[in-house]
């Protein structure tokens, strides 16, 4: 007779260590958001100043760049730098809230729905199929114009409008989790159902949720470029990424640096996202620790 | 001449936490006809042995030691294509879980009626009534109906009947059956079972069974092999294994299942667990946990000897 | 004395398609009338393959899942008429052990939250007392306390299923539920687990509803059997009537079917024709006629129902009432 037969010695684990990867996303996020938060110390110029005599000046590496305009100035002569520095205030901003918006409406929806099935479900998705089925800048345009145009109108449209990709993969998750035995362990031991779904059924469906948020943010940006370039975002001269990026393409044959530096900006946050959102997944399953 | 005989078989994984002794040496035969159990617990190297005898041990595994004899041919010899027309003609496999060895796009006739085609050649037609005649050996009721059917539309029970009529439908020598019958229910298993030991008796093939249930050996198999942490550690005709077990891990075995004498009272269970196939210690593998270890089981490997007629034991120390 | 679980009509129904589109509207009896009870201390086995309603049953007992029919006492209450919170409240008195130890534990828990959970929702003990007993517990079921800081996926199947069954225990429960403990274990394993559940039995006084398939541990560890076939009971009755007297053609049949490892105890083989019929599809009259070696005409129109053939021995077959056409089988 064994009872005690698997006294295994318990060995320590070891801590995970912070990649490559991590680190690099990590010190690129710090690096993006410090600057948009000290852009008004960091930026060498205003940047709605407009310096008409300096116009569609190239990087101050080329041959008739400016030492003051380290990454050119704009067809209005603004100061790329500059703006790119302010603009990511509002496109970090606006991405970030908007995203954080979308996932609440979504995840929450989307635990509802998969959790207790039925009517909820239905009719939830019900709602996402609708908003599947207009398009979203359609969708945004007619809210935009209903409030009128402002920051905050932004974020609230942009993230009224994408919480369903939160909503469909969290309902698809918990679908499957709901039905994993450890589930119905926990509501026999006396688990309540808010309890349930806060405690068993969302964190075995962070990783999707993870995933999405990281895509989402980058979708923002463009997003909410694309509003600003129907004139139904942020105002112009106010910088944003987006609109830098819209307003550049008109100069993509003559002056490259116009779209290519806030194409950067917004390519360098949405990696450092990413990679930072691989690094919080990895992090949060213990599976992956060993 | 053995139909199989394998010497020696070392198969191992390269992981990245050091390589894994799957198969660590193991040696045993297959005559014409007979059905020869393979049985251990999970892990403990049963179905990477088979694997190696098909050369189908999946990366990063690799056959590092060993021959393989099939009618005397060295199967590790072989190139690609020599391989290729071994398996399936001349050794066919069966196994636990036929959904996903069954093509889901193909009526199971046109799989069996391909593979007849590619073993026999001859006409499309003349195949698929071999297809048919195949099914209704392994006994599928109405088979030429059951033939225009795809696997998702069978039951468990009738899907594996039509993989076994697709394993057999080339008449290969030896059948490799791994765990065949683990995913059924009690009565469709003994269905299956009734269906393997019939076909194996009128068609004179051997069976190389896969097993982790010794119900399932006493049922089909003539000999057992019982293997342990890559090992094989006894290996004796089937009621000898049964009446007489010798090695100290089949003892155990034995007596952890529950038997109709000993309803209700506690079982005897073998203390501990298998040992990390990564480590490379000298001694028994199952030393550690073994009730009758002595000292030198821990620094030297015991080899397989004859103890009794036909009766292999790797234990020195087993009562005999 | 009374029983302690008393089980009477249980029935649960799944429809299946019937939604807009998507196809007729079809009833699955997945339970179909099932009555039992269970005595304070007692095992009762279930038994049977799979789709039989075994595991379903369990979980009804529970209210897991809400049965469609029938009635359930459990410690003198009536479980169908509890309200919420006195069923809440009620559960710390029954728990349930499952198959699968790699999903029935949460994977983003540690091994001491897992079992500590439930004396902090039922709001037993404190931090620190509640840490004190994760450390009894672990050691009730043969652990080191060290494994309350690992996570279930450090651990074997066996170890897994000892903290199922230490969390299970947590709350001090009368009845547990297992359902398959042991199937997905290997059989040095499956020992040791077996061992564990006979041992706390002992200890704690507790009963079990004992569900698995395979015949030969559900005899091992019952005091008394049923059988289940297609949603019911065909036979229920003492272990050791129920294993050298079957009086149902089914439990002569799995009987016969289940592989022993011991040759000399051979059964003849009675093998059963065909396959389970779908839970869609349910034959009239007795649900096991188109398998059964026995059939005759009666069998296909007229359902059978549980009669007594023995001393707290039941079985649901017309034979019975010829019987000595079974008993020679």
Redesign the interface.
């Known amino acids: 007779m064994s009872v005690t037969a698997t006294m295994l010695p318990v060995v320590a684990r070891p801590r995970r260590r912070v990649s490559f990867r991590a680190a690099f996303g990590l010190g690129a996020l710090l690096l993006i958001g410090g600057s948009a938060v000290f852009a008004p110390q960091l930026a060498p110029w205003d940047p709605a100043r407009q310096m008409l005599t300096k116009r569609l000046r190239p990087p101050m590496w080329q041959a008739r760049g400016l030492r003051e305009h380290p990454l050119g100035t704009d067809h209005l002569g603004r100061d790329i730098l500059s703006r790119i520095l302010h603009g990511g205030r509002i496109s970090l901003g606006v991405g970030l809230t908007a995203v954080t918006l979308s996932a609440l409406i979504g995840v929450t929806l989307g635990l509802l729905a998969g959790f207790f099935g039925g009517r909820a479900d239905a009719l939830i998705m019900r709602i996402v199929d609708v908003f599947l089925a207009i398009p979203y800048i359609l969708l945004a345009m007619g809210v935009v114009f209903a409030l009128g145009p402002s920051l905050l109108n932004v974020i609230l449209v942009m993230g009224a409008t994408r919480w369903v990709q939160f909503a469909r993969i969290v309902r698809a998750d918990v679908l499957s989790i709901r039905e994993r035995e450890f589930v119905a362990g926990a509501r026999a031991r006396g688990n309540r159902p808010l309890r349930l779904l806060l405690r068993h059924v969302l964190p075995n469906a962070l990783t999707p949720i993870i995933v999405v948020a990281t895509l989402e943010l980058a979708f923002m940006i463009i997003y909410e470029s694309a509003l600003s370039f129907l004139g139904l975002g942020v105002q112009p001269p106010t910088p944003t990424w987006g609109w830098m990026l819209a307003d550049g393409r008109n100069y993509v044959a003559t002056a490259w640096w116009l779209a290519t530096f806030p194409g950067l900006a917004i390519m360098l946050t949405v990696l450092a996202v990413n990679l930072l959102g691989d690094w919080l997944r990895d992090t949060l399953d213990p599976r992956l620790k060993v | 001449m053995a139909l199989l005989s394998v010497e020696g078989l070392r198969t191992q994984f390269a992981t990245g936490a050091g390589t894994v002794r799957a198969v660590d040496g193991v040696s045993f035969a297959i005559e014409r006809g007979e059905v020869l159990g393979l049985v251990g617990?999970?892990g403990c190297g049963k179905s990477v042995t088979s694997l190696s005898i098909m050369r189908l041990v999946p990366p990063p595994g690799q056959i590092v030691a060993g021959r393989i004899r099939l009618e005397g041919e060295d199967l590790l010899d072989k190139d690609a294509e020599a391989m290729r027309r071994v398996r399936g003609a001349r050794i066919a496999m069966v196994f636990q879980e036929p959904m996903t060895s069954l093509n889901p796009v193909f009526t199971i006739g046109d799989q069996i009626a391909a593979a007849v085609l590619a073993h026999e050649g001859g006409r499309r037609r003349a195949a698929w009534d071999r297809a048919v005649e195949m099914l209704d050996q392994v006994q599928v009721?109405s088979p030429g109906e059951r033939a225009r059917d795809y696997p998702h539309q069978l039951?468990?029970?009738?899907r594996q009947r039509a993989m076994i009529a697709l394993a057999l439908a080339p008449g290969p020598q030896l059948l490799i059956a791994d765990e065949p019958t683990t995913a059924l229910?009690?009565?469709?298993?003994?269905?299956i079972?009734?269906l393997l030991r019939r076909l194996q008796a009128e068609r004179g093939m051997a069976v190389l069974l896969i097993t982790?249930?010794?119900?399932?050996?006493?049922?089909l198999c003539h000999r057992v092999a019982i293997i342990y942490a890559g090992r094989i550690v006894e290996m004796a005709p089937?009621?000898r294994i049964?009446e007489e077990p010798l090695h100290p891990y089949t003892r155990?075995?034995?007596r952890?299942?529950?038997?109709?004498s000993?309803?209700?009272q506690?079982?005897?269970?073998?203390?501990?667990?298998p040992p990390d196939l990564r480590g490379a210690d000298a001694g028994c593998p199952f030393a550690p946990r073994c009730p009758l270890a002595i000292e030198s089981c821990r620094r030297h490997e015991p080899a397989l000897a004859e103890r009794r007629p036909g009766h292999f034991v790797a234990c020195p120390v087993a009562v005999v | 004395m009374a029983p302690l679980v008393e089980v009477q009509g249980l029935e649960k129904r799944f429809s299946v398609g019937g939604a807009w589109l998507r196809g007729r509207r079809r009833v699955i009896h997945a339970v179909d009338g099932v009555s039992f009870a269970i005595e304070p201390g007692e095992v009762l086995g279930l038994v049977g393959e799979s789709g039989c309603g075994k595991t379903t049953t369990g979980r009804l007992i529970l209210r897991l899942i809400e049965p469609s029919a029938g009635r359930i006492r459990f410690e003198g209450h009536d479980l169908m008429a509890l309200s919420p919170p006195r069923l809440w409240a009620t559960r710390q008195r029954m728990q349930i052990v499952f198959q699968d130890p790699f999903a029935s534990l949460n994977p983003r828990m540690r091994v001491g939250s897992i079992i500590a959970e439930p004396l902090a929702i039922y709001e037993r003990a404190g931090a620190t007392e509640r840490r004190r007993q994760v450390s009894e517990l672990l050691d009730v079921v043969g652990l080191d306390p060290a494994f309350a800081e690992r996570y279930p996926h450090e651990l074997s199947g066996g170890q897994r299923q000892r903290i199922g069954i230490a969390a299970a225990l947590a709350l001090r429960p009368s009845l547990i539920v297992a359902d398959e403990p042991v199937s997905a274990l290997d059989v040095s394993v499956q020992a040791q687990v077996l061992n564990l559940l006979m041992d706390l039995r002992r200890r704690f006084g507790l009963t079990y509803l004992f569900i698995s398939h395979d015949l030969h541990v559900v005899l091992h560890m019952s005091d008394r059997v049923a059988v289940m076939y297609l949603g019911e009971i065909v036979e229920i009755g003492p272990r050791d009537a129920l294993y050298r007297a079957p009086r149902h053609p089914y439990t002569q049949v799995l009987l016969s079917a289940a592989p022993v490892a011991d040759p000399k105890l051979r059964r003849e083989r009675i093998v059963p024709k065909g396959e389970v019929a779908s839970p869609l599809a349910v034959p009239s009259g007795c649900r096991f006629h188109p398998r059964c070696p026995l059939v005759f005409d009666r069998c296909r129109v007229e359902r059978p129902l549980l009669r007594t053939v023995g001393a707290g021995h039941e079985a649901a077959c017309h034979l019975n009432e010829a019987p000595a056409l079974l008993t020679g089988a």
């Open positions: 617990e999970s009721p039951s468990g029970g009738l229910d009690v009565t469709i298993q003994a269905q079972l009734d982790h249930d010794l119900g399932v050996v006493a049922e089937v009621a049964f155990g075995l034995l952890c299942l529950p038997h109709p000993r309803f209700g506690p079982l005897s269970s073998i203390e501990g667990a």
